[in-house]
């Protein structure tokens, strides 16, 4: 990759952002703090876009952020389309209210040819710290085979 992970992921999210609604409502304010290869790490303050009829996070919402997370896991392996969800599992642990900061850590367990895997762990932020969990999933998806969608390897 000619520019770092974090910059490739930061430009992958921007293009991402662009085409997707959903992403665009729930996540407009999110942001990518780190990026290596396999790792991706962002902060995002709910706001009541994101939280139920008792004012805390919403479980699609959750969903949703480990679809993302996972996706840009994948961007740090060079991928500019993350793929196509196969299967999301998400386990909700505790919960957050507007004005939490939630922490979201993705990692890629496994890039391969057509296939990837990642783990996410979605924390609330308590004194600047990673504190509760407050959800984790898994995230298969389908990648797509074309050349064009992956820069060189370095």
Request: proline residues 3%; charged residues 25%.
């Amino acid at each position: 990759m000619n520019t770092t992970e974090l910059e490739h992921v930061r430009g992958v999210w921007e293009r991402t952002k662009n085409d997707s609604p959903i992403y665009r409502l729930l996540l407009p304010d999110v942001d990518i703090i780190s990026a290596t290869r396999g790792q991706m790490q962002a902060r995002l303050k709910l706001t009541a876009e994101h939280v139920n009829s008792r004012g805390t996070i919403h479980g699609a919402v959750s969903a949703a952020i480990i679809d993302w997370a996972g996706g840009m896991s994948i961007a740090t392996h060079g991928y500019e389309r993350t793929g196509a969800s196969i299967d999301i599992h998400v386990s909700y642990l505790s919960t957050a209210t507007i004005g939490d900061t939630l922490d979201i850590s993705a990692i890629a367990d496994r890039v391969g040819k057509s296939m990837a895997f990642t783990t996410v762990k979605v924390s609330r932020v308590i004194d600047d710290q990673v504190g509760t969990l407050v959800s984790k999933g898994s995230h298969t998806k389908f990648l797509p085979v074309s050349k064009e969608n992956r820069e060189p390897k370095s």
